[in-house]
Protein backbone atom coordinates (compact mmCIF):
# COMPACT_ATOMS: atom_id res chain seq x y z
CA UNK A 1 0.00 0.00 0.00
CA UNK A 2 1.16 3.34 -1.08
CA UNK A 3 1.22 5.92 1.76
CA UNK A 4 0.83 9.36 1.82
CA UNK A 5 4.24 11.14 2.98
CA UNK A 6 3.56 15.36 3.16
CA UNK A 7 5.94 17.45 5.15
CA UNK A 8 4.65 21.66 4.89
CA UNK A 9 6.61 24.17 6.71
CA UNK A 10 5.15 27.81 6.67
CA UNK A 11 6.42 30.85 7.78
CA UNK A 12 4.12 33.69 7.77
CA UNK A 13 4.01 37.08 9.49
CA UNK A 14 2.42 37.26 12.83
CA UNK A 15 -1.39 38.78 11.88
CA UNK A 16 -4.60 37.23 11.67
CA UNK A 17 -5.11 37.72 8.02
CA UNK A 18 -3.14 34.88 7.47
CA UNK A 19 -5.53 32.38 9.26
CA UNK A 20 -7.08 31.19 6.22
CA UNK A 21 -4.31 30.44 4.60
CA UNK A 22 -2.90 28.24 6.97
CA UNK A 23 -6.26 27.11 7.93
CA UNK A 24 -7.09 26.64 3.51
CA UNK A 25 -3.75 23.98 3.17
CA UNK A 26 -4.86 22.17 5.89
CA UNK A 27 -8.21 21.69 4.44
CA UNK A 28 -6.67 20.64 1.44
CA UNK A 29 -4.38 17.92 2.50
CA UNK A 30 -7.57 16.17 4.35
CA UNK A 31 -9.01 16.36 0.43
CA UNK A 32 -6.22 15.03 -1.02
CA UNK A 33 -5.08 12.22 1.57
CA UNK A 34 -4.64 8.67 -0.21
CA UNK A 35 -6.13 6.42 2.22
CA UNK A 36 -8.56 7.68 5.03
CA UNK A 37 -11.77 5.93 5.65
CA UNK A 38 -13.10 8.57 7.57
CA UNK A 39 -15.52 11.41 6.31
CA UNK A 40 -13.27 13.66 4.86
CA UNK A 41 -15.40 16.66 4.94
CA UNK A 42 -15.10 16.66 8.94
CA UNK A 43 -11.26 16.17 8.95
CA UNK A 44 -11.11 19.03 6.86
CA UNK A 45 -12.89 21.30 8.90
CA UNK A 46 -11.00 19.38 11.89
CA UNK A 47 -7.60 20.47 10.45
CA UNK A 48 -8.57 24.04 9.43
CA UNK A 49 -9.69 24.50 13.42
CA UNK A 50 -7.12 22.87 15.09
CA UNK A 51 -4.64 25.10 12.53
CA UNK A 52 -6.75 28.16 13.05
CA UNK A 53 -6.52 28.11 16.96
CA UNK A 54 -3.22 27.15 17.32
CA UNK A 55 -1.96 29.85 15.15
CA UNK A 56 -4.39 32.32 16.82
CA UNK A 57 -3.15 31.56 19.90
CA UNK A 58 1.25 31.90 18.73
CA UNK A 59 0.03 35.30 17.29
CA UNK A 60 -2.25 36.73 20.26
CA UNK A 61 -0.57 35.07 23.20
CA UNK A 62 2.93 34.28 22.56
CA UNK A 63 4.00 37.26 20.15
CA UNK A 64 1.72 39.00 21.65
CA UNK A 65 0.24 40.49 18.41
CA UNK A 66 3.14 41.91 16.69
CA UNK A 67 2.96 42.47 13.69
CA UNK A 68 6.46 42.02 12.74
CA UNK A 69 7.05 38.89 14.39
CA UNK A 70 6.77 35.55 12.44
CA UNK A 71 4.79 32.29 13.15
CA UNK A 72 6.08 29.43 12.10
CA UNK A 73 4.04 26.17 11.21
CA UNK A 74 4.87 22.58 10.40
CA UNK A 75 2.51 19.92 8.74
CA UNK A 76 3.87 16.26 8.20
CA UNK A 77 1.74 13.14 7.72
CA UNK A 78 4.22 9.96 7.81
CA UNK A 79 3.42 6.29 8.48
CA UNK A 80 -0.72 6.98 8.67
CA UNK A 81 -0.14 9.82 11.75
CA UNK A 82 -1.06 13.65 11.00
CA UNK A 83 1.78 16.01 13.04
CA UNK A 84 1.28 19.39 13.51
CA UNK A 85 3.86 21.62 15.15
CA UNK A 86 3.05 25.35 16.14
CA UNK A 87 6.17 26.99 17.49
CA UNK A 88 6.38 30.22 19.37
CA UNK A 89 8.55 32.56 21.29
CA UNK A 90 6.97 33.74 24.01
CA UNK A 91 7.44 32.78 27.61
CA UNK A 92 4.95 29.83 28.00
CA UNK A 93 2.07 28.72 29.72
CA UNK A 94 0.71 26.30 32.06
CA UNK A 95 -1.00 23.72 28.86
CA UNK A 96 -2.97 21.79 30.84
CA UNK A 97 -5.08 24.22 33.00
CA UNK A 98 -6.83 24.54 29.76
CA UNK A 99 -8.05 20.62 28.45
CA UNK A 100 -11.36 20.98 30.29
CA UNK A 101 -13.70 23.33 28.79
CA UNK A 102 -14.85 26.18 31.04
CA UNK A 103 -18.18 27.95 31.72
CA UNK A 104 -20.82 27.99 28.48
CA UNK A 105 -20.85 31.78 29.00
CA UNK A 106 -17.47 32.40 28.95
CA UNK A 107 -15.92 34.61 26.25
CA UNK A 108 -12.34 32.84 25.91
CA UNK A 109 -10.51 29.66 26.43
CA UNK A 110 -12.26 26.95 24.35
CA UNK A 111 -9.02 27.15 21.87
CA UNK A 112 -7.18 24.39 23.79
CA UNK A 113 -10.21 22.30 24.79
CA UNK A 114 -11.11 22.05 21.04
CA UNK A 115 -7.83 20.95 19.81
CA UNK A 116 -7.62 18.40 22.44
CA UNK A 117 -10.78 16.89 21.47
CA UNK A 118 -10.40 16.74 17.97
CA UNK A 119 -6.47 15.66 17.78
CA UNK A 120 -5.42 12.61 19.20
CA UNK A 121 -2.15 13.40 21.04
CA UNK A 122 -1.42 17.32 21.95
CA UNK A 123 1.51 18.87 24.41
CA UNK A 124 3.53 21.71 24.79
CA UNK A 125 7.11 21.67 24.93
CA UNK A 126 10.09 24.12 25.52
CA UNK A 127 12.81 23.94 22.72
CA UNK A 128 16.03 25.81 22.75
CA UNK A 129 14.18 28.37 20.86
CA UNK A 130 10.87 29.36 22.55
CA UNK A 131 8.03 26.99 22.39
CA UNK A 132 6.15 24.34 20.61
CA UNK A 133 3.08 22.84 20.21
CA UNK A 134 2.77 19.12 18.68
CA UNK A 135 -0.59 18.07 17.72
CA UNK A 136 -1.37 14.40 16.56
CA UNK A 137 -4.23 12.87 14.70
CA UNK A 138 -4.47 9.30 13.66
CA UNK A 139 -5.95 9.10 10.25
CA UNK B 1 -15.98 42.48 7.43
CA UNK B 2 -19.19 41.94 5.15
CA UNK B 3 -21.98 42.55 6.99
CA UNK B 4 -25.39 43.30 6.65
CA UNK B 5 -27.39 44.81 8.76
CA UNK B 6 -31.44 45.34 8.45
CA UNK B 7 -33.45 46.86 11.18
CA UNK B 8 -36.67 44.39 10.89
CA UNK B 9 -38.38 46.27 13.59
CA UNK B 10 -39.05 43.22 16.35
CA UNK B 11 -35.29 42.49 15.77
CA UNK B 12 -32.17 43.62 13.72
CA UNK B 13 -30.95 41.06 11.12
CA UNK B 14 -27.34 40.81 11.05
CA UNK B 15 -26.25 38.42 8.05
CA UNK B 16 -22.10 37.90 8.27
CA UNK B 17 -21.32 37.74 4.39
CA UNK B 18 -17.89 36.22 5.00
CA UNK B 19 -16.77 32.19 4.40
CA UNK B 20 -15.17 32.34 7.65
CA UNK B 21 -15.60 33.94 10.83
CA UNK B 22 -12.53 33.61 13.20
CA UNK B 23 -10.24 35.47 14.87
CA UNK B 24 -9.47 37.57 11.92
CA UNK B 25 -12.76 39.13 12.03
CA UNK B 26 -14.61 38.49 14.69
CA UNK B 27 -13.76 41.72 16.81
CA UNK B 28 -15.26 43.69 14.06
CA UNK B 29 -18.31 41.42 14.84
CA UNK B 30 -18.63 42.30 18.55
CA UNK B 31 -18.33 46.01 17.62
CA UNK B 32 -21.24 45.92 15.42
CA UNK B 33 -23.36 44.41 18.20
CA UNK B 34 -22.15 46.92 20.48
CA UNK B 35 -22.97 50.06 18.13
CA UNK B 36 -26.91 48.15 18.04
CA UNK B 37 -26.74 47.76 21.67
CA UNK B 38 -25.77 51.77 22.22
CA UNK B 39 -28.45 52.45 20.06
CA UNK B 40 -30.92 50.73 22.13
CA UNK B 41 -31.56 47.66 19.48
CA UNK B 42 -31.24 44.62 21.93
CA UNK B 43 -32.84 42.09 19.80
CA UNK B 44 -30.70 40.65 17.00
CA UNK B 45 -30.72 37.69 14.37
CA UNK B 46 -27.30 36.61 13.51
CA UNK B 47 -27.55 34.86 10.20
CA UNK B 48 -24.54 32.19 9.67
CA UNK B 49 -25.67 31.40 6.27
CA UNK B 50 -22.87 32.02 4.22
CA UNK B 51 -20.68 30.73 7.32
CA UNK B 52 -18.33 27.75 6.32
CA UNK B 53 -16.35 28.29 8.62
CA UNK B 54 -16.33 29.53 13.01
CA UNK B 55 -13.25 29.15 15.55
CA UNK B 56 -13.59 29.97 19.05
CA UNK B 57 -12.67 33.34 18.96
CA UNK B 58 -15.94 33.35 16.60
CA UNK B 59 -17.99 31.66 19.24
CA UNK B 60 -16.85 33.96 21.70
CA UNK B 61 -18.26 37.37 19.76
CA UNK B 62 -21.54 35.41 19.84
CA UNK B 63 -21.33 34.45 23.22
CA UNK B 64 -20.87 38.65 23.83
CA UNK B 65 -23.35 39.29 22.12
CA UNK B 66 -25.61 37.32 23.73
CA UNK B 67 -25.23 38.32 27.04
CA UNK B 68 -25.32 41.90 25.94
CA UNK B 69 -28.78 41.36 25.08
CA UNK B 70 -29.58 39.34 27.83
CA UNK B 71 -28.43 41.70 30.54
CA UNK B 72 -30.30 44.19 28.56
CA UNK B 73 -33.23 42.77 28.41
CA UNK B 74 -33.17 41.57 24.83
CA UNK B 75 -32.26 38.47 22.85
CA UNK B 76 -29.86 37.40 20.16
CA UNK B 77 -30.52 33.86 18.37
CA UNK B 78 -28.73 32.25 15.49
CA UNK B 79 -30.16 31.27 12.37
CA UNK B 80 -28.59 29.25 8.71
CA UNK B 81 -26.36 27.32 10.33
CA UNK B 82 -24.39 24.73 8.49
CA UNK B 83 -24.27 21.67 9.55
CA UNK B 84 -20.42 21.67 10.19
CA UNK B 85 -20.64 24.95 12.09
CA UNK B 86 -23.80 23.58 14.16
CA UNK B 87 -21.57 20.72 15.51
CA UNK B 88 -19.08 23.25 16.94
CA UNK B 89 -21.55 24.27 18.76
CA UNK B 90 -23.16 20.89 20.13
CA UNK B 91 -18.83 20.47 20.95
CA UNK B 92 -18.96 23.35 22.73
CA UNK B 93 -22.45 23.10 24.57
CA UNK B 94 -23.72 26.58 23.22
CA UNK B 95 -26.25 25.00 21.17
CA UNK B 96 -28.15 24.72 24.82
CA UNK B 97 -27.46 28.25 25.53
CA UNK B 98 -28.34 29.76 21.71
CA UNK B 99 -32.24 29.53 20.24
CA UNK B 100 -31.08 28.43 17.16
CA UNK B 101 -33.42 28.83 13.65
CA UNK B 102 -33.13 27.07 10.46
CA UNK B 103 -33.42 30.18 8.86
CA UNK B 104 -33.99 34.26 9.19
CA UNK B 105 -37.26 34.25 8.70
CA UNK B 106 -38.28 31.96 11.96
CA UNK B 107 -35.75 33.63 13.85
CA UNK B 108 -37.21 37.24 12.95
CA UNK B 109 -40.81 35.43 13.71
CA UNK B 110 -39.71 34.25 16.84
CA UNK B 111 -39.37 37.94 18.39
CA UNK B 112 -42.99 38.80 17.48
CA UNK B 113 -44.76 36.46 19.04
CA UNK C 1 4.21 50.09 4.78
CA UNK C 2 3.48 46.32 6.06
CA UNK C 3 4.62 44.22 3.27
CA UNK C 4 4.25 40.20 3.04
CA UNK C 5 6.94 38.13 3.82
CA UNK C 6 5.87 34.48 3.13
CA UNK C 7 7.48 30.99 2.84
CA UNK C 8 5.86 27.60 2.63
CA UNK C 9 8.22 24.56 1.80
CA UNK C 10 6.26 21.59 0.26
CA UNK C 11 7.06 17.88 0.12
CA UNK C 12 5.13 15.65 -1.24
CA UNK C 13 4.91 11.84 -3.13
CA UNK C 14 6.19 12.35 -6.59
CA UNK C 15 2.28 11.50 -8.09
CA UNK C 16 0.33 13.76 -9.72
CA UNK C 17 -3.13 13.31 -7.16
CA UNK C 18 -0.73 16.46 -5.25
CA UNK C 19 -0.83 18.54 -8.00
CA UNK C 20 -4.24 19.93 -6.96
CA UNK C 21 -2.44 20.44 -3.13
CA UNK C 22 0.11 22.51 -4.35
CA UNK C 23 -1.96 24.46 -7.11
CA UNK C 24 -4.23 25.29 -4.57
CA UNK C 25 -1.73 26.96 -1.73
CA UNK C 26 -0.79 29.46 -4.85
CA UNK C 27 -4.51 30.28 -5.42
CA UNK C 28 -4.84 30.62 -1.28
CA UNK C 29 -1.57 33.04 -1.18
CA UNK C 30 -2.87 34.42 -3.93
CA UNK C 31 -6.16 35.44 -2.15
CA UNK C 32 -4.45 36.64 1.18
CA UNK C 33 -1.78 38.75 -0.24
CA UNK C 34 -1.53 42.44 1.76
CA UNK C 35 -0.59 44.11 -1.08
CA UNK C 36 -1.69 43.33 -4.31
CA UNK C 37 -3.33 46.26 -6.99
CA UNK C 38 -4.20 43.78 -9.89
CA UNK C 39 -6.54 41.06 -10.28
CA UNK C 40 -6.33 38.96 -7.54
CA UNK C 41 -8.47 35.97 -9.32
CA UNK C 42 -6.18 35.83 -12.15
CA UNK C 43 -2.90 35.70 -10.07
CA UNK C 44 -4.61 33.19 -8.17
CA UNK C 45 -5.01 31.08 -11.34
CA UNK C 46 -1.65 31.85 -13.02
CA UNK C 47 0.03 30.55 -9.51
CA UNK C 48 -2.27 27.80 -9.37
CA UNK C 49 -1.04 26.99 -13.37
CA UNK C 50 2.89 27.88 -12.62
CA UNK C 51 2.92 25.27 -9.72
CA UNK C 52 0.94 22.68 -11.62
CA UNK C 53 3.22 23.16 -14.75
CA UNK C 54 6.60 22.59 -13.09
CA UNK C 55 5.51 19.86 -10.26
CA UNK C 56 3.89 17.97 -13.51
CA UNK C 57 7.33 18.53 -15.15
CA UNK C 58 9.19 17.83 -12.15
CA UNK C 59 6.89 14.13 -11.87
CA UNK C 60 7.04 13.21 -15.40
CA UNK C 61 10.03 14.29 -17.14
CA UNK C 62 12.78 14.73 -14.09
CA UNK C 63 11.54 11.79 -11.41
CA UNK C 64 10.39 9.79 -14.45
CA UNK C 65 6.53 8.88 -12.77
CA UNK C 66 8.52 7.12 -9.95
CA UNK C 67 5.31 7.12 -7.08
CA UNK C 68 8.23 6.52 -4.08
CA UNK C 69 10.14 9.32 -5.39
CA UNK C 70 9.79 13.06 -3.65
CA UNK C 71 8.64 16.43 -4.90
CA UNK C 72 10.03 19.56 -3.24
CA UNK C 73 8.70 22.96 -4.02
CA UNK C 74 9.34 26.20 -2.28
CA UNK C 75 7.27 29.70 -3.01
CA UNK C 76 8.13 32.33 -1.16
CA UNK C 77 7.26 36.19 -0.62
CA UNK C 78 10.34 38.86 0.25
CA UNK C 79 9.84 42.34 -1.12
CA UNK C 80 7.08 41.77 -3.14
CA UNK C 81 8.89 39.62 -4.98
CA UNK C 82 6.77 35.82 -5.15
CA UNK C 83 9.71 33.45 -6.41
CA UNK C 84 8.56 29.69 -6.51
CA UNK C 85 11.42 26.62 -6.80
CA UNK C 86 10.59 23.25 -7.95
CA UNK C 87 13.67 20.69 -7.40
CA UNK C 88 14.37 18.01 -9.45
CA UNK C 89 16.89 15.05 -9.25
CA UNK C 90 16.39 14.09 -12.89
CA UNK C 91 18.89 14.67 -15.52
CA UNK C 92 18.03 17.93 -16.52
CA UNK C 93 17.31 19.87 -20.06
CA UNK C 94 17.60 22.33 -22.76
CA UNK C 95 15.04 24.45 -21.16
CA UNK C 96 15.47 27.56 -24.04
CA UNK C 97 14.15 25.26 -26.56
CA UNK C 98 10.88 25.26 -25.09
CA UNK C 99 10.35 28.60 -24.68
CA UNK C 100 8.45 29.36 -27.68
CA UNK C 101 4.62 27.37 -28.63
CA UNK C 102 5.05 24.90 -31.28
CA UNK C 103 2.73 24.32 -33.73
CA UNK C 104 -1.27 24.60 -32.29
CA UNK C 105 -1.89 20.78 -33.05
CA UNK C 106 1.29 19.33 -31.12
CA UNK C 107 -0.27 17.49 -27.95
CA UNK C 108 2.65 18.64 -25.71
CA UNK C 109 5.23 20.90 -25.18
CA UNK C 110 2.69 24.30 -23.83
CA UNK C 111 3.93 24.14 -19.74
CA UNK C 112 7.29 25.94 -20.24
CA UNK C 113 5.63 28.40 -22.54
CA UNK C 114 3.11 29.12 -20.41
CA UNK C 115 5.34 29.49 -17.15
CA UNK C 116 7.61 31.83 -19.39
CA UNK C 117 4.70 33.67 -20.52
CA UNK C 118 3.14 34.53 -17.07
CA UNK C 119 6.12 34.72 -14.72
CA UNK C 120 8.96 38.16 -15.26
CA UNK C 121 11.92 35.78 -14.67
CA UNK C 122 12.47 32.27 -14.88
CA UNK C 123 15.47 29.72 -14.75
CA UNK C 124 16.49 26.36 -14.90
CA UNK C 125 19.69 25.12 -12.93
CA UNK C 126 21.90 22.45 -12.64
CA UNK C 127 22.76 22.52 -7.89
CA UNK C 128 24.62 20.24 -6.18
CA UNK C 129 21.70 17.28 -5.78
CA UNK C 130 19.93 18.41 -9.24
CA UNK C 131 18.37 20.33 -10.99
CA UNK C 132 15.98 23.35 -9.82
CA UNK C 133 13.41 25.34 -12.02
CA UNK C 134 12.71 29.22 -10.50
CA UNK C 135 10.18 31.45 -11.01
CA UNK C 136 10.12 34.90 -9.95
CA UNK C 137 7.02 37.40 -10.24
CA UNK C 138 7.22 40.81 -9.15
CA UNK C 139 3.87 41.90 -7.29
CA UNK D 1 -12.48 10.99 -12.77
CA UNK D 2 -16.48 12.16 -12.94
CA UNK D 3 -17.41 12.47 -16.55
CA UNK D 4 -20.78 12.21 -17.68
CA UNK D 5 -21.51 10.64 -21.16
CA UNK D 6 -24.53 10.99 -23.17
CA UNK D 7 -25.14 10.27 -26.86
CA UNK D 8 -27.15 12.43 -28.66
CA UNK D 9 -28.07 11.54 -31.84
CA UNK D 10 -26.37 13.60 -33.76
CA UNK D 11 -23.59 14.17 -31.59
CA UNK D 12 -22.08 12.51 -28.43
CA UNK D 13 -22.08 15.11 -25.23
CA UNK D 14 -18.89 14.72 -22.60
CA UNK D 15 -19.86 16.58 -19.80
CA UNK D 16 -16.39 17.16 -17.35
CA UNK D 17 -17.46 16.80 -13.66
CA UNK D 18 -14.25 18.28 -12.06
CA UNK D 19 -13.03 20.95 -10.82
CA UNK D 20 -9.65 20.34 -12.10
CA UNK D 21 -8.55 19.06 -15.86
CA UNK D 22 -5.08 18.27 -15.13
CA UNK D 23 -2.07 15.95 -15.57
CA UNK D 24 -3.81 13.60 -12.75
CA UNK D 25 -6.93 13.17 -14.88
CA UNK D 26 -6.72 14.12 -19.09
CA UNK D 27 -5.47 10.96 -19.55
CA UNK D 28 -8.54 9.20 -18.40
CA UNK D 29 -10.36 11.55 -20.40
CA UNK D 30 -8.17 10.84 -23.40
CA UNK D 31 -9.19 6.98 -22.79
CA UNK D 32 -12.93 7.65 -22.56
CA UNK D 33 -12.60 10.09 -26.06
CA UNK D 34 -10.44 7.12 -27.52
CA UNK D 35 -13.32 4.82 -26.82
CA UNK D 36 -15.76 6.91 -28.12
CA UNK D 37 -13.66 7.14 -31.58
CA UNK D 38 -13.25 2.87 -31.77
CA UNK D 39 -17.43 2.30 -31.49
CA UNK D 40 -17.59 4.96 -34.46
CA UNK D 41 -18.93 7.96 -32.90
CA UNK D 42 -16.59 10.72 -33.92
CA UNK D 43 -18.89 13.85 -33.11
CA UNK D 44 -18.03 14.90 -29.64
CA UNK D 45 -19.41 17.81 -27.82
CA UNK D 46 -17.03 17.96 -24.61
CA UNK D 47 -18.56 20.90 -21.99
CA UNK D 48 -16.21 22.36 -19.68
CA UNK D 49 -18.93 23.97 -17.49
CA UNK D 50 -17.93 22.26 -14.00
CA UNK D 51 -14.15 23.29 -14.49
CA UNK D 52 -12.44 25.85 -13.03
CA UNK D 53 -8.73 24.85 -13.93
CA UNK D 54 -7.27 23.52 -17.25
CA UNK D 55 -3.54 23.34 -17.31
CA UNK D 56 -1.11 22.06 -20.54
CA UNK D 57 -1.83 18.19 -20.48
CA UNK D 58 -5.80 18.64 -20.12
CA UNK D 59 -4.90 21.42 -23.57
CA UNK D 60 -3.22 18.36 -24.47
CA UNK D 61 -5.88 16.06 -24.31
CA UNK D 62 -8.58 18.09 -26.09
CA UNK D 63 -6.30 18.74 -28.44
CA UNK D 64 -5.84 15.01 -29.17
CA UNK D 65 -9.36 14.34 -29.37
CA UNK D 66 -9.72 16.92 -31.70
CA UNK D 67 -7.08 15.71 -34.28
CA UNK D 68 -8.71 11.63 -33.52
CA UNK D 69 -12.16 13.67 -34.31
CA UNK D 70 -11.04 15.27 -37.73
CA UNK D 71 -9.22 12.56 -38.91
CA UNK D 72 -11.95 10.15 -38.93
CA UNK D 73 -13.82 13.43 -40.28
CA UNK D 74 -16.05 13.89 -37.27
CA UNK D 75 -15.48 16.89 -34.95
CA UNK D 76 -14.76 17.93 -31.14
CA UNK D 77 -16.61 20.84 -30.05
CA UNK D 78 -16.47 22.61 -26.85
CA UNK D 79 -18.82 24.30 -24.80
CA UNK D 80 -19.41 26.32 -21.36
CA UNK D 81 -15.86 27.80 -20.75
CA UNK D 82 -15.35 29.67 -17.83
CA UNK D 83 -13.43 32.68 -18.16
CA UNK D 84 -10.21 31.87 -16.72
CA UNK D 85 -10.42 28.75 -18.82
CA UNK D 86 -11.75 30.66 -22.11
CA UNK D 87 -8.60 32.61 -21.12
CA UNK D 88 -5.71 29.47 -20.92
CA UNK D 89 -6.99 28.88 -24.92
CA UNK D 90 -6.74 32.23 -25.83
CA UNK D 91 -3.32 32.08 -24.49
CA UNK D 92 -2.14 29.13 -26.55
CA UNK D 93 -4.21 30.07 -29.41
CA UNK D 94 -6.56 26.96 -29.44
CA UNK D 95 -9.40 29.52 -29.59
CA UNK D 96 -8.70 28.82 -33.00
CA UNK D 97 -8.25 25.82 -33.45
CA UNK D 98 -11.91 24.88 -31.69
CA UNK D 99 -15.10 25.86 -31.79
CA UNK D 100 -16.46 27.00 -28.59
CA UNK D 101 -20.06 27.58 -27.72
CA UNK D 102 -21.69 29.06 -24.84
CA UNK D 103 -23.01 26.11 -23.75
CA UNK D 104 -24.09 22.50 -24.71
CA UNK D 105 -27.24 22.64 -26.27
CA UNK D 106 -26.00 25.14 -29.12
CA UNK D 107 -22.96 22.60 -29.37
CA UNK D 108 -25.12 20.18 -29.94
CA UNK D 109 -27.55 21.98 -32.52
CA UNK D 110 -24.04 23.32 -34.47
CA UNK D 111 -24.07 19.19 -35.76
CA UNK D 112 -27.48 19.01 -36.55
CA UNK D 113 -27.16 21.87 -39.34
N1 LIG E 1 1.12 29.90 22.69
C1 LIG E 1 0.72 30.42 23.87
N2 LIG E 1 1.59 31.14 24.62
C2 LIG E 1 1.21 31.69 25.80
N3 LIG E 1 -0.02 31.52 26.34
C3 LIG E 1 -0.93 30.81 25.65
C4 LIG E 1 -0.62 30.22 24.39
N4 LIG E 1 -1.70 29.56 23.96
C5 LIG E 1 -2.64 29.72 24.89
N5 LIG E 1 -2.20 30.46 25.93
C6 LIG E 1 -2.95 30.81 27.16
O1 LIG E 1 -3.96 29.85 27.34
C7 LIG E 1 -5.24 30.47 27.46
C8 LIG E 1 -6.32 29.57 26.90
O2 LIG E 1 -6.16 29.44 25.50
P1 LIG E 1 -7.41 29.02 24.60
O3 LIG E 1 -8.05 27.83 25.19
O4 LIG E 1 -6.92 28.87 23.18
O5 LIG E 1 -8.45 30.20 24.68
P2 LIG E 1 -8.33 31.75 24.29
O6 LIG E 1 -7.21 31.89 23.33
O7 LIG E 1 -9.68 32.06 23.73
O8 LIG E 1 -8.08 32.48 25.57
C9 LIG E 1 -5.07 31.79 26.74
O9 LIG E 1 -5.97 32.75 27.21
C10 LIG E 1 -3.63 32.16 27.07
O10 LIG E 1 -3.55 32.77 28.33
N1 LIG F 1 12.14 18.94 -14.93
C1 LIG F 1 12.43 18.43 -16.16
N2 LIG F 1 13.39 17.50 -16.32
C2 LIG F 1 13.68 16.98 -17.53
N3 LIG F 1 13.05 17.34 -18.66
C3 LIG F 1 12.07 18.26 -18.59
C4 LIG F 1 11.70 18.85 -17.33
N4 LIG F 1 10.72 19.75 -17.57
C5 LIG F 1 10.47 19.70 -18.89
N5 LIG F 1 11.28 18.82 -19.51
C6 LIG F 1 11.35 18.55 -20.98
O1 LIG F 1 10.85 19.68 -21.66
C7 LIG F 1 9.77 19.31 -22.51
C8 LIG F 1 8.76 20.43 -22.62
O2 LIG F 1 8.09 20.61 -21.38
P1 LIG F 1 6.68 21.32 -21.34
O3 LIG F 1 6.74 22.59 -22.13
O4 LIG F 1 6.28 21.47 -19.92
O5 LIG F 1 5.68 20.36 -22.10
P2 LIG F 1 5.25 18.84 -21.81
O6 LIG F 1 5.56 18.54 -20.38
O7 LIG F 1 3.81 18.84 -22.13
O8 LIG F 1 6.05 18.01 -22.77
C9 LIG F 1 9.24 18.02 -21.94
O9 LIG F 1 8.59 17.23 -22.91
C10 LIG F 1 10.49 17.35 -21.41
O10 LIG F 1 11.17 16.67 -22.42
Known amino acids: MITDRIAVDIKVPNQTRYLCLIGHIGENIARTLRNYSGDREKLAYDLNLVLTEAMANAIQHANEGDPDKEVHIEISIISQRLIIRVFDFGEGFDFKQYVRPGHPLDEHGRGIYLMHSIMDEISYQQTESGHVLKMIKDL | ?113
Open chain 2, 1 to 113: MNLQIEDKGAAVLMAVQEERLDAHNSGELKNHMLKLFEEGKNNLVVDLQAVRFVDSSGLGALVSGFKNASSRNGNLKLSGLQLQVKSMFELTRLHRVFEIYTDSDEALASFQQ
